[in-house]
C-alpha cells in the first residue's frame, strides 16, 4: 500500500493524505475525511517507509524497521466511534504511534470486555501493547493483565497499578481554583463532578479544611464523568 493508493481508495488528493498522517494539526481535513484515511491505514497496515523518511528527514539510519502495533481502551467510553473527547486523544495517539512505525489496529471499550466478540478479536490481532484511556475498575485492570504485556494509561487519577502513567493532577488544580476563591473572600462554594475516588473532590474538600470549613451536602452534586 503506498500513499497514492490510499488517495485513490480515500478519493482524496496525494497531498492531501500526506498531511492527515504526517502532522499534527486536526486542521488539515474535514474529520469525515480523517476518519476514512486513517480507517485505510488501519486496515491495510500501511507504515511509511522508513529508508524515504530517513532520505527526506536527514536521519542517519537508514534501515527499515519492523512495522508493530498497538491497541487502544476507551475505558470509560460507551462507543468509541461516537465518544467525541477520547476519540480526538485517540487521533493524536494514532499519528504519534504513526511516527514512530506503529499501527493502531483496533480499539475497544470497557464495555466491550464483557462481549464474546472482543476475546476473539484479541486474540486474533496480536498487539505489542495497549493505550487506555480514562480511569479503570479492578475487573478491567485484571483484564488488560491477562491479555496485555504492555499497559500504558492515561486519565485524570492514578492509578493502583504498576503501569506507565501519564495523568492530569486533578488534586492540584482544584487545590489551586479553591485557594483563588478562598482567597477573594468565597466560603460558599460547590462542587459538581464525580465525588467518589476523584482527586479533584480530595483537592475540593482539602482546601475547605485547611481554612477550617466544612463541605456542605447541598452544595455538592455528584455527576459521572461524561464527555457530553
Not at 474535514?30 to 522508513?50: C, F, H, L, M
Not at 478562598?182 to 482527586?199: S, Y
Request: glycine share 6%.
Amino acid at each position: 500500500m503506498t500513499l497514492k493508493e490510499i488517495a485513490r481508495e480515500a478519493g482524496v488528493s496525494i497531498s492531501t493524505v500526506s498531511r492527515v498522517i504526517n502532522k499534527n494539526s486536526t486542521n488539515v481535513a474535514s474529520k469525515e475525511v480523517q476518519d476514512r484515511i486513517w480507517e485505510i491505514v488501519r486496515r491495510t497496515g500501511y507504515t511509511p517507509n522508513a529508508t524515504a523518511r530517513s532520505l527526506k528527514t536527514g536521519a542517519a539510519k537508514a534501515a527499515d524497521s519492523p512495522t508493530r502495533s498497538i491497541a487502544c481502551l476507551y475505558a470509560r467510553a460507551e462507543d468509541s466511534n461516537s465518544d467525541l473527547f477520547f476519540s480526538t486523544l485517540a487521533r493524536s495517539i494514532e499519528k504519534e504511534a504513526f511516527k514512530h512505525n506503529y499501527v493502531l489496529k483496533y480499539s475497544f471499550t470497557g464495555i466491550d470486555i464483557h462481549h464474546p466478540n472482543t476475546f476473539r478479536l484479541i486474540t486474533d490481532n496480536h498487539v505489542d501493547g495497549v493505550v487506555v484511556l480514562g480511569r479503570c475498575d479492578k475487573q478491567t485492570l485484571s483484564f488488560l493483565k491477562k491479555y496485555f504485556n504492555c499497559v500504558a494509561y492515561t486519565g485524570l487519577n492514578l492509578l493502583e497499578a504498576k503501569y506507565d502513567q501519564v495523568i492530569c493532577d486533578g488534586y492540584q488544580a482544584s487545590l489551586a481554583a479553591m485557594n483563588t476563591l478562598l482567597g477573594l473572600g468565597h466560603t460558599r462554594i460547590g462542587f459538581i463532578g464525580e465525588t467518589q475516588f476523584e482527586d479533584r473532590y480530595t483537592g475540593y474538600c482539602a482546601a475547605l479544611s485547611a481554612h477550617n470549613l466544612r463541605p456542605a451536602k447541598s452544595y455538592i452534586v455528584n455527576v459521572p464523568l461524561s464527555s457530553e
